[in-house]
């Protein structure tokens, strides 16, 4: 009798055992509910796998809960998992879950600085992007670099423009301090690189200098001439005489035209009545701005006028610069 109980035991043991492998084998082979786009997936900070599983159920992502904690603590994946944003692509698995929600490799999104944007500029696309964390949606723009821990700090020109890939739960201080970081270190690479004998006493300087010289042109070729001019126009004490300082000094009265009461009117950034660089930058320049202004390109040429199509012609002296300006300007 005892072993025919035994033997009764044995065979439910391994039927059940049996059936258990296959559910195994099925669950771990079975993709999840995940449609065919994929599908981003938020684990929240201090999730167990029981959480997690409940969760992705009541989602309609997994069926069954119980053997993904099975699954997870089997793998030792149990006490791997890491809080962040990750994509489930479609036909994921549950050791392919696990495996991703332990990989660290998050969701990243993108947000870009264009150059020549001016901080004012930047900081409306930062307050509308709408994926980092705000704190500074209702901070003026004039104590922005206070918050950065930057105390009075000018803000403009000092964020470095290029598009900046982040995790969901970045700040907006983070980003900007990440920013400021790059174009500090870009312009002390090319301050260190830089020619002889420029007429630049910082590089703050060559950072006003690189912000006219992003606004003055959008051909990359153009940019070194440009600097080459504006080099040799400092080192002779000649005016600047370039517009867009102009549109910067007038602020919210540009209306996409200046005029001769503008070119008139003074202001600290009115390079047509003050000797000299802005006190300011104007924009915030590329890093081949940069370049060209602590590396300007050699020549004898002090005056250019845009010819209409986007580039400029370089004249050596002003009866030739004035000939230009009737063909390209007046004319037009």
Avoid: C
């Avoid at 796998?49 to 904690?69: E, F, I, N, Y």
């Avoid at 479609?90 to 993108?110: D, E, F, M």
């Avoid at 920013?179 to 301050?191: D, H, I, P, S, T």
């Avoid at 060209?292 to 250019?304: H, I």
């Amino acid at each position: 009798m005892f072993n025919r109980l035994l033997g009764i035991l044995i065979f439910t043991i391994s039927i059940l055992l049996a059936w258990g492998w296959m559910e195994y084998v099925g669950f771990i082979d079975k993709s999840l509910n995940i449609p065919d786009e994929g599908v981003n997936y938020v684990l929240q900070p201090g999730m167990t796998v029981r959480s997690l599983a409940q969760d992705l159920q009541q989602r309609g992502l997994l069926d069954k809960p119980l053997l993904l904690r099975f699954v997870a603590r089997w793998q030792g994946q149990a006490s791997k998992l890491k809080a962040g944003e990750y994509h489930l692509p479609v036909g994921t698995t549950p050791p392919k879950l696990l495996a991703i929600l332990s990989s660290s490799q998050v969701v990243q999104y993108a947000l870009t600085i264009i150059e020549g944007w001016t901080f004012k500029q930047m900081m409306a696309a930062v307050r509308e992007d709408p994926v980092l964390e705000h704190s500074l949606k209702d901070v003026a723009n004039d104590q922005v670099m206070q918050h950065l821990g930057l105390g009075d700090l000018h803000p403009e020109g000092r964020f470095y423009p290029d598009t900046y890939h982040f995790p969901r739960g970045t700040t907006d201080v983070a980003f900007l301090k990440r920013a400021y970081k790059r174009m500090q270190r870009v312009l002390e690479q090319n301050w260190q690189q830089r020619i002889k004998e420029l007429p630049l006493k910082d590089p703050y300087e060559a950072l006003i200098l690189a912000s006219i010289i992003e606004r003055e042109t959008g051909i990359p070729e153009e940019r070194g001439q440009i600097a080459g001019v504006f080099v040799r126009r400092l080192e002779r004490g000649m005016l600047l005489q370039t517009d867009p300082t102009v549109i910067y000094g007038m602020g919210d009265r540009y209306d996409g035209n200046i005029r001769k009461r503008d070119l008139t009117r003074d202001t600290p950034y009115n390079t047509y009545l003050r000797k000299g660089l802005t006190p300011t930058p104007i924009a915030m320049p590329s890093g081949a701005a940069i370049h060209a202004a602590l590396n300007p390109q050699p020549g004898k040429s002090l005056y250019f006028v845009a010819t209409g199509d986007g580039g400029h012609y370089f004249s050596a002296t002003l009866e030739e610069h004035n000939k230009a300006v009737r063909k390209y300007q007046l004319k037009r």
